[in-house]
């Protein structure tokens, strides 16, 4: 049970050094995707008539925007729900598959393009041949994920060479995850963004862009003019500004009311080298 795991056993987690669950053996790491896989549909993304997708203009902004305008044979939407992610270059892609353990969002198609929904393996292993997506998006899914370094390895492995890797996490600890905490699911944590970083480059890829956002000044400032704060080109783009102000206070766990005056999440955008002629 995570309630009886010391505080002081977290310490090395709390202090963004090492990432919880990423060392669990199978035992545990099965028992994380037990609590996990239906989470998030529970919380109410299953209800489609009243859901609403809040990242557009921030995946705009932070991810597709450095992309160019290539066209992408086969996208691979990691956690993607619906796959309204893939909305900004829905045009672009010819078929798209989603790997999500919630039987709750599968469909045959995402916005006019085929799409195919995949249950992922409890140890996060991809059952896909190598090299077979020229896009892969993951946004906000690795928080929720105990063996994290390996999922990021295996994302890299079914990338063909030259393809992109867009990736959203939180960089913030989210608070004690052994204790319940409103709105979020029971095993969720944020990513420290060094680990996050180091993961991604040795997985065989390199940065293409990073942008850190979501500092907390934004939300209450732009709720009062706009439903989806990330949804606002306007507010996406203050958000970058400030976030960057303060990249000098990025901190996992806060000790002091300082420590909240930073951005809470980090967007990536990657790729896998291309073959050399």
């Known amino acids: 049970m995570l309630e009886q795991v010391k505080r002081e056993d977290l310490e090395p987690f709390f202090s963004g050094d090492r990432l919880y669950g990423d060392d669990f053996d199978d035992t545990q790491v099965a028992e994380w995707y037990a609590d996990e896989c239906e989470a998030y549909a529970e919380l109410g993304a299953e209800d489609r008539e009243h859901y609403h997708y809040e990242y557009h203009a921030s995946n705009r902004y932070a991810g597709y925007r450095h992309l160019g305008d290539k066209r992408y044979s086969h996208a691979l939407g990691f956690g993607s729900a619906y796959g309204d992610e893939l909305l900004p270059v829905i045009d672009r892609i010819d078929r798209i598959t989603i790997v999500d353990p919630s039987t709750k969002f599968t469909r045959t198609e995402v916005h006019g393009v085929p799409a195919e929904y995949v249950t992922p393996l409890a140890t996060g292993q991809l059952p896909f041949p190598p090299e077979i997506f020229d896009l892969v998006t993951c946004f906000g899914v690795l928080h929720h994920i105990a063996n994290v370094s390996h999922v990021v390895n295996d994302l890299a492995r079914v990338m063909k060479p030259g393809a ?55 939300e209450r400032l732009f709720r009062l003019m706009v439903r989806d704060v990330y949804n606002s080109p306007v507010a996406v783009w203050f958000d970058a500004m400030v976030s960057r102000a303060f990249a000098w206070n990025v901190n996992y766990h806060p000790r002091r009311k300082l420590h909240l005056l930073r951005p809470t999440s980090l967007f990536l955008v990657a790729a896998k080298a291309p073959v050399a002629q």
Do not use: N, Q
């Open 164 to 218: 992109y890797l867009l990736l959203r996490e939180p960089i913030v600890s989210m608070g004690d995850w052994r204790y319940p905490r409103p709105g979020l699911t029971k095993r969720e944590r944020g990513i420290p963004a060094k680990i996050l970083r180091d993961m991604v480059h040795a997985a065989g890829l390199a940065t293409v862009s990073e942008t850190l956002f979501g500092f907390p000044i934004t």
